[in-house]
């Protein structure tokens, strides 16, 4: 069983950047792929990034690439998604996600979401 907990979210002006986080608890963490996805209101959930369990793996939307860096700390079961250079369409609930396969679709277990409103 794992349990996450997404922060960092807020309001940002168009340019600025924000670094979201993933708090898991579970033992096993370290063995989990992480992703993470969002969801604007009217809009289909979509993939953001995904790590691998031991971050030698990372991928990303091609929306997103070039701008946002997915990281893992696994001592401190944390993931983390920086995300610079932030556009008003990068406006969404932002959710973290972790399976023991790294995929851009499905995964087992999801957080609450953390919302992201960046402004023109």
């Known amino acids: 069983q794992v349990q996450l907990v997404e922060s960092g979210g807020g309001l940002v002006q168009a340019g600025g950047t924000l670094r979201l986080s993933c708090a898991a608890s579970?033992?096993?963490?370290?063995?989990?792929?992480v992703g993470w996805f969002r969801q604007a209101p009217g809009k289909e959930r979509e993939f953001v990034a995904a790590i691998s369990w031991s971050g030698g793996t990372t991928d990303y939307a091609d929306s997103v690439k070039g701008r946002f860096t997915i990281s893992r700390d696994n001592a401190k079961n944390m993931v983390y998604l920086q995300m610079n250079s932030l556009k008003p369409e990068d406006t969404a609930v932002y959710y973290c996600?972790?399976?023991?396969?790294?995929?851009?679709?499905?995964?087992?277990?999801w957080g609450q979401g953390t919302q992201v409103t960046v402004s023109s």
């Open positions: 996600a972790a399976d023991l396969n790294l995929s851009r679709g499905y995964y087992r277990y």
């Open positions: 579970g033992r096993t963490f370290r063995t989990y792929a």
